[in-house]
């Protein structure tokens, strides 16, 4: 979602020379003002003619993909009888801040979601800004997008061996009343038509064999409410990657689904679902105004040849990756960029480009877009490298509202072993009570955050180390254990716990209880009792 109030000022004086009242295009087909026949299949259309710009306007705000949007396409006619097999019928309006969306049903009860290709971020503004060449500098910022790069993705995702949605663009007839309360705001647009994974109903083709289809959201509740439901952190830093290397930096938690599969342990395992490809080859930098803009703001990064900000294409996705990436050690990356280099061949790349493009806007993008994933596929191990360190500084190590044991081992200089097991320990078979393990070396990792929340959790800390990294300790509501008899030479602290006095037991070993110099245990307590 393209923001820039950050330098909005600097871009007053060009955005005043584009300012009226009337932006969009009023219908996408090119001879809009001759009626539709009836049977029409299929019509001429531009994504967004109203993105052109003169000379002085692409200098100051870009190229983008101005030639793109108004370039003619033809495109079939969308008629929800026969977009898929058994037609279509409206469900309800959903979309976001930016877009109009109608969930569909079909008629075996699978879900789909039409929405608008063009967007309006007039939402998205504070009011005192929705007018005038403010909100039009703004709406111009949206031809920095690719409007049919989402139709190259799913061939290169396939490749890559993930899960995807296959959407399809149409065009709405400006006389279609079968889109219930959004049929007057979609008639007349191009519109792109998805599959939704989400629910039972919606399992099919790669994704037989899974219990159930959720959100983000839902999923993560189901995590923490039980340490029996995992994600797939392996999959995940696939997908990401795959991200890194498209140019795609808008995924947040919202642009996801997983689908869960039952495992031979009896856990769940989450597998993710990447969806809503709207910024894939985002062009941005290429004026004067956006370019000094992308300086303020590391995500509004161009795709091109090189994969310039690593952290920039993350920032968006840092609640999901944090949540998702836990488990993950910089072999798994480099795992998963190695064999990207191999799926993602020459020949996977130009075929999904020519057969995912219009073939006008091949002619216009096509060779551009081809060369630059070749040669960005040369970056994905040293992206990848990259990516773990910017992961790895701070580690979120969640349990579940169920109790656990959390064990920290400091075991020599470059290796901390954080380990959570299930409780009641399995006693016969303690290996099928782990839930989490991975080492940490102070290199890469300055803090591990170990989150309890509910239940009875015991926090045990061992080990006598120069260097570690500081296990920061939230033991959640309820009673918890908290027992260290570590030592870091010559530091304090590197061990904290934040929690109130009440309903907790603290018990540094024999050896640290009366040596209060070394004792590393921090009860990090407000004197109230009120943590902070």
Not at 209 to 232: F, N
Not at 249 to 274: C, F, M, T, V
Not at 464 to 477: A, E, K, L, N, T
Request: charged content about 25%; aromatic content about 10%; hydrophobic content about 35%.
């Amino acid at each position: 979602m393209i923001r820039p109030y950050a330098f909005l000022l600097l871009l007053l004086p060009a955005a005043a020379s584009c300012s009226r009242d009337t932006y969009f295009q009023p219908d996408a087909r090119i001879d809009f003002a001759s009626p539709l026949p009836a049977n029409a299949d299929s019509a001429r259309v531009t994504a967004g003619r109203h993105y052109q710009r003169g000379p002085l306007g692409r200098l100051l705000l870009g190229r983008h993909y101005r030639r793109v949007w108004a370039q003619p396409v033809t495109v079939p006619v969308f008629n929800p009888q026969t977009a898929v097999a058994g037609g279509l019928k409206f469900g309800k309006v959903g979309g976001g801040f930016q877009t109009t969306s109608v969930t569909m049903t079909g008629s075996d009860g699978r879900s789909y979601a039409l929405r608008s290709l063009d967007k309006d971020p007039y939402r998205t503004l504070p009011k005192v800004l929705r007018q005038g060449f403010i909100l039009t500098t703004v709406r111009d910022a949206t031809s920095a997008g690719m409007p049919y790069g989402a139709l190259v993705v799913p061939a290169l995702v396939e490749a890559a061996g993930l899960p995807h949605t296959s959407p399809r663009v149409f065009y709405v007839r400006n006389d279609e009343t079968g889109l219930g309360a959004a049929s007057e705001r979609l008639q007349g647009k191009v519109v792109l038509l998805e599959e939704k994974f989400e629910g039972k109903q919606n399992i099919a083709g790669s994704l037989a064999g899974a219990q159930d289809l959720e959100e983000s959201e839902d999923v993560l509740e189901e995590r923490y409410a039980s340490a029996k439901h995992q994600l797939d952190g392996e999959s995940f830093v696939r997908a990401r990657l795959l991200d890194l290397w498209l140019g795609d930096w808008d995924r947040h938690e919202g642009q996801w689904n997983w689908a869960a599969y039952a495992q031979p342990s009896g856990r769940i395992l989450w597998k993710p679902i990447p969806q809503d490809r709207d910024q894939v080859f985002f062009r941005f930098d290429d004026g004067l105004l956006p370019w000094l803009g992308s300086k303020a703001v590391a995500k509004f990064r161009t795709f091109g040849p090189r994969i310039e900000s690593v952290e920039g294409y993350t920032r968006n996705a840092a609640f999901i990756d944090e949540r998702a990436l836990a488990a993950v050690p910089r072999t798994a990356y480099q795992r998963a960029a190695l064999s990207l280099q191999q799926r993602l061949t020459d020949a996977v790349i130009e075929q999904a480009v020519r057969q995912g493009l219009p073939r006008e806007v091949y002619a216009l993008e096509g060779a551009t877009i081809i060369a630059s994933l070749k040669s960005r596929r040369s970056m994905l191990p040293q992206a990848a490298e990259e990516f773990y360190r910017l992961k790895s500084r701070q580690v979120l190590v969640a349990g579940s509202d169920e109790a656990e044991r959390f064990i920290v081992e400091r075991r020599n200089d470059t290796a901390t072993v954080v380990s959570v097991y299930a409780l009641p320990l399995n006693k016969k078979n303690p290996a099928s009570s782990l839930l989490y393990q991975r080492s940490f070396n102070p290199t890469d990792t300055r803090t591990v955050v170990l989150h309890g929340l509910e239940g009875k959790d015991e926090f045990l800390v061992s080990g006598r180390v120069r260097r570690s990294p500081f296990i920061d300790i939230y033991g959640g509501p309820g009673e918890d254990t908290v027992r260290d008899s570590s030592r870091v030479a010559g530091l304090r602290k590197r061990t904290r716990f934040f929690d109130t006095y009440r309903n907790n037991v603290l018990e540094p070993s024999s050896e640290t209880k009366d040596r209060t110099e070394h004792n590393v245990l921090s009860h990090a307590f407000d004197r109230d009792g009120s943590g902070r």
